[in-house]
């Protein structure tokens, strides 16, 4: 598919470890970004180049790759960490693409 | 410091027209894409197009092709977004975001402006 598939939500326990996944036939090529977006704020950048966390986000977060599926793993989930997720990727065009977005919950 | 600084919200009725917009500092505003993102009250992100100041070409989403206009203004930085007449269903939060020019992540965004459209 030319789209990128996640999950619409996921549940993880406080502290434990959670995997968002995102599926797509461009991945298999390019790189994923993540993004998260808590209620009533912008979407912040997570991770980028697949495995990269921007200066300020805690190394609880990673990245990996396998075929047309990249995930998010976020470990020692915390009560801030409730979210949406969205994933994003590229064409062959260089046109920027996203997931639909996965919504989180943290019980 | 990079910063993407959009115009408030705006209220707005059916056929009127709009033009909101996103001033960038911080960086080389010409050698950066910006893109537009529309996000629908309770759904996701949904890429409109992406602009390239340097020489204003633009990329549409298709299902935004001919709906909105994506522009540029270099001598202040400034990225817009407009409707020459908006429909209900253009209300929205809609972002601009800076694209990074290795891996293709919107690295920096704007606050957002909230569209809302009703007779």
């Known amino acids: 598919s030319s789209e990128l598939t996640q999950d619409p939500a996921q549940s993880v326990a406080l502290g434990q470890t959670v995997t968002i996944r995102c599926q797509g036939d461009?991945?298999?090529?390019?790189?994923a970004n993540w993004y998260q977006q808590r209620p009533g704020q912008a979407p912040l950048l997570v991770l980028f180049?697949?495995?990269k966390r921007p200066s300020g986000i805690p190394d609880r977060f990673s990245g990996s790759k396998s075929g047309n599926t990249a995930s998010l793993t976020i470990t020692e989930t915390q009560a801030e960490d409730e979210a949406d997720y969205y994933c994003?990727?590229?064409?062959?065009?260089?046109?920027?693409?996203f997931g639909g977005g996965t919504s989180l919950t943290v019980v | 410091e990079v910063q993407l600084v959009q115009s408030g919200a705006e209220v707005k009725k059916p056929g009127e027209s709009l033009k909101i917009s996103c001033k960038a500092s911080?960086?080389?505003?010409?050698?950066?894409?910006v893109g537009w993102v529309r996000q629908m009250p309770g759904k996701g992100l949904d890429l409109m197009g992406i602009?390239?100041?340097?020489?204003?070409?633009?990329r549409y989403k298709p299902a935004f092709q001919g709906q909105v206009i994506i522009s540029a203004d270099k001598s202040i930085n400034t990225v817009y977004l407009q409707w020459s007449s908006l429909k209900a269903s253009d209300t929205a939060m809609y972002y601009c975001?800076?694209?990074?020019?290795?891996?293709?992540?919107?690295?920096?965004w704007g606050q957002g402006t909230l569209v809302a459209v009703s007779s």
């Open positions: 975001a800076r694209r990074g020019r290795l891996w293709y992540e919107f690295d920096y």
């Open positions: 911080g960086y080389s505003f010409s050698n950066d894409w």
């Open positions: 602009i390239y100041p340097g020489d204003s070409e633009i």
């Open positions: 461009y991945l298999t090529s390019y790189a």
């Open positions: 180049g697949q495995n």
């Open positions: 994003s990727s590229r064409d062959m065009s260089g046109n920027p693409l």
